[in-house]
């Protein structure tokens, strides 16, 4: 056993842990991928062990993935406060060269994306934007359900990055419809993702405040609110983009305009198509202020328009994602509770992967289930927050 000192800051809560925590004695505090919640609970397991432990013999590929990342922000010369709210959940990519299948790093998509938004530059922006709206382009072609997972799993839980991870969410879920239910040419396709992840770009920063601040917003904080979409706008055509659809699209994207998308221009449409997916987004993430909405909540919100009548976009978005979105942690007929992996033949069977028993227990390892068998048919979702454990998000990828 050849134990390391873990600093208390560096373990995330309520995020699953991708090793072994273990007291100064070896003692076993905690086993991989149990969830901890609160600071109390943190404080009481280091009363236990002494301090906190990973034995780098037993977790050491977590432990390396973690020192590796944080060298990676060090190089790229992160501000000091990222640095040091960067949480030990790098445990990905170990994983994946343990299998031979090769994940997309979402953390450090995270931190790309965050770093981008926040701070752009006119004099590499254009290239930077276009090599991750790349890489997310190609996640949603070749393994769109992998991809849906892991932002609605992400943002279900984010808060330290939660408008880049938003903005992502919602480009990559636009794609998806855009290609698969609504069959809109590929040059189209690009322009809508391109849209839906700068669309917020002049308000990054407060977003990322917003989402954790409890007090009411001062009167500044709702107009810069009020008027972020067409500040994004001015913005994007500082940094050098002159595509007019791209531009109107951003613009547009919180117009409240229902109605039949035929009888929208192209760039409406695409901003219709974004409002309805940023509300569904929105909705999915937890806020200092209060909890995350249960994810068909979130559904029938982008589902009816301002006059409670059924959206077309909004319609298109539920039925390419599913009633029950991968990501989503949903109850059996069964009782096991599980999370959704992959989309189903039906909007209402996707694959589950069980991560508890039916008494509540947790499984070890998931277990996969076809939810359009009778006896693991779905009868409801449960929230986040209530589910007490979560799998690291490299294995529920491996499962895809």
């Known amino acids: 056993m050849n134990l390391v000192s873990l600093n208390i800051e560096s373990i995330q809560l309520g995020h699953p842990l991708p090793f072994v925590l273990r007291g100064a004695d070896g003692v076993l505090l905690a086993q991989k991928g149990y969830v901890i919640r609160t600071r109390d609970e943190l404080a009481k397991l280091v009363e236990r062990g002494r301090e906190l432990c990973v034995d780098t013999d037993e977790s050491g590929g977590s432990h390396r993935a973690y020192l590796a990342q944080l060298q990676r922000m060090l190089i790229a ?11 030990m959940t790098a445990g990905e990519q170990a994983a994946a060269a343990r299998t031979g ?9 995270q931190l790309r994306a965050t770093q981008l938004l926040r701070a752009p530059s006119p004099s590499d922006f254009g290239g930077r934007f276009q090599a991750l709206h790349d890489e997310l382009v190609r996640h949603c072609e070749q393994t769109p359900d992998a991809t849906l997972l892991a932002l609605i799993y992400l943002s279900a839980q ?13 480009s990559c879920a636009c794609m998806v419809v855009a290609r698969e239910m609504l069959r809109w040419p590929s040059g189209r396709v690009q322009q809508l993702g391109h849209a839906a992840l700068s669309m917020n770009i002049a308000m990054t920063e407060l977003q990322d405040q917003l989402v954790l601040q409890t007090q009411p917003l001062t009167a500044a904080q709702i107009a810069a609110v009020e008027d972020h979409a067409a500040r994004s706008e001015a913005l994007l055509r500082h940094l050098g983009v002159a595509d007019p659809v791209w531009l109107e699209a951003v613009r547009c994207h919180h117009h409240r305009t229902p109605g039949p ?3 929208k221009t192209e760039a409406q449409q695409m901003a ?19 909890l995350p909405m249960p994810v068909t909540a979130a559904m029938q919100a982008s589902y009816y328009d301002e006059e409670h009548q059924v959206d077309e976009a909004g319609a298109a978005l539920v039925k390419t994602l599913g009633v029950y ?9 069964s009782r096991e509770v599980g999370v959704v992996i992959r989309r189903g033949t039906t909007a209402t069977t996707p694959r589950v992967a069980v991560v508890t028993n039916r008494d509540g227990m947790p499984t070890g390892e998931p277990i996969p289930r076809d939810t359009g068998m009778p006896p693991w048919k779905v009868t409801g979702v449960v929230a986040f927050k209530d589910v007490r454990v979560k799998l690291p998000l490299d294995r529920l990828l491996q499962m895809v």
């Open 272 to 290: 219709r198509l974004l409002q309805r997916a940023d509300i569904f987004g929105a909705r999915l993430a937890p806020r200092a202020a209060r």
């Open 77 to 87: 010369d992160t501000n000091l406060g990222e640095i040091a709210a960067m949480k």
């Open 325 to 333: 979105p991968p990501g989503a942690f949903v109850r059996l007929a």
């Open 158 to 170: 984010e808060t330290r990055m939660y408008s880049a991870t938003h903005s992502m969410l919602v």
């Open 101 to 109: 299948k090769t994940l997309p790093d979402w953390p450090e998509l």
């Open 261 to 263: 998308l035929a009888k």
